[in-house]
């Protein structure tokens, strides 16, 4: 639990967008934490959602911010897993003319398989994908390319796997007999243009940080400023953790936020390079760049 002092820190960039976390795995006084991600974006001209946790948190802590789901002008889908699509349906049944984005991949059945364990389903709920498929099709954004959602607001698209170090993240399968390896092509990333550089937005980073920095550098040419959301180190290697930690200073990214799924132990290892640099994470939390 993130005490009071730390209750909806304000990072300054002075850009005109405001993020607000609304699901994490940490939470601050009144708001709800659950194992999912969740950041409402303002760029003062619509609200624009990036993921919407599992379900249960994500009401409860919108609300808190006194936002009605009826105002969510755009939803973007980082990747079709459970806990960052549990709200779909509740969000299109009270913002009927919302336009949904995501990578056509995300419709996939897939599972978690870890040894001894029975399979288990992560996929989108059957009662989400309906929610989406009843919009009509103008109003669904189904791409691999970058798309453009707001002046200042773009998604990644498809981030190609380029080094030898970033893995998925996790034992991902598109079946239960673990024949067909998910490399889980349809995780993309939100990426803001903003006076002081990039800020780049992440759900669970299952293409690797450094795979969408370089990604992100290639379409935009400019500097990366900050990286926020969930950066899947949780299960990372030394090795992995530290060349991304080098990285991270050799794109000169000034300020990163940690969340959901980057692992203590990683956050504990940039914490401990990056100093002020870096600051957790948490529901309740509110950048305004």
């Known amino acids: 639990m993130i ?9 300054m960039l002075d850009n005109g967008i405001s993020l607000k976390i609304v699901v994490d795995n940490n939470a601050s006084d009144g708001y709800l934490s659950e ?22 948190a994500f009401k409860h802590n919108l609300a808190k911010f006194k936002v009605p789901l009826s105002q969510i002008n755009k939803l973007i889908l980082s990747h079709g897993h459970y806990d960052h699509t549990g709200s779909i349906d509740e969000i ?11 990578h056509p991949d995300i419709f996939e059945t897939r599972y978690s398989i870890h040894p001894g364990v029975e399979a288990r389903d992560i996929s989108i709920k059957q009662q989400q994908l309906e929610a989406i498929h009843s919009l009509p099709d103008e109003q669904k954004i189904i791409s691999t390319d970058m798309v453009q959602v707001s002046e200042k607001v773009f998604i990644t698209g498809e981030i190609p796997r380029n080094n030898t170090y970033e893995d998925t993240g996790g034992p991902f399968y598109l079946d239960k ?9 349809d995780d993309q990333s939100v990426c803001m243009d903003t006076d002081k550089g990039l800020v780049i937005l992440t759900g669970c980073c299952h293409s690797g940080i450094v795979n969408t920095m370089d990604h ?5 040419s400019k500097n990366i400023y900050m990286v926020i959301g969930g950066l899947h180190l949780v299960n990372a290697t030394q090795e992995r953790i530290s060349r991304t930690i ?44």
Request: hydrophobic share 45%; glycine share 10%.
């Open 177 to 185: 007999q673990k024949e067909a390896v998910d490399i889980i092509y």
């Open 216 to 220: 992100v550098k290639a379409l935009f």
């Open 92 to 102: 299109v049944s009270q913002s009927k003319a919302i336009d949904i984005y995501a």
């Open 35 to 56: 194992h999912g991600f969740s950041v409402l974006i303002d760029d003062g001209n619509q609200k624009i959602l990036f993921d919407c946790g599992q379900g249960d």
């Open 246 to 289: 080098e990285v991270f200073g050799n794109f000169g990214v000034a300020k990163i936020v940690p969340c959901h799924c980057t692992g203590d132990n990683a956050i504990r290892l940039m914490q401990l390079e990056m100093g002020e640099m870096l600051q957790l994470g948490y529901a309740g939390m509110e950048i305004n760049i």
């Open 3 to 11: 005490t009071d002092s730390l209750m909806r820190e304000l990072i």
